[in-house]
């Protein structure tokens, strides 16, 4: 199964090649942000964004309700997935 999960851009660790730190639920990773970044965009503007992240990509941006509201529906599927166990 692949999935996608929420996280907002916290800093641009390389502009040239397009790579962010983005913070997903408190754990920060690395991720390319050329799929999000506007053609005559700063990349500095990304910083705050909320993004959906694959594989170390960001694919899409997100409102952050929408982005708020999937984390949280993370979490509940988690906490039952454990209570399964």
């Known amino acids: 199964m692949c999935l996608g999960v929420p ?8 502009h ?4 962010a730190v983005v913070d997903i639920s408190g754990v920060k990773r690395e991720v390319n942000v050329s799929c999000v970044i506007g053609e005559r965009e700063p ?3 990304l910083i ?7 594989v170390g990509f960001a694919m899409s941006r997100l409102d952050e ?3 708020r509201r999937t984390l949280a529906l993370l979490s509940d ?3 039952f997935q454990e209570s399964l166990s």
């Open 43 to 45: 990349i500095m503007e």
């Open 77 to 79: 599927l988690g906490e």
């Open 16 to 19: 040239k090649s397009h790579l």
């Open 48 to 54: 705050g964004v909320w993004v959906l992240v694959h």
């Open 7 to 14: 996280g907002q851009i916290v800093s641009i660790s390389d």
């Open 65 to 67: 309700n929408e982005a």
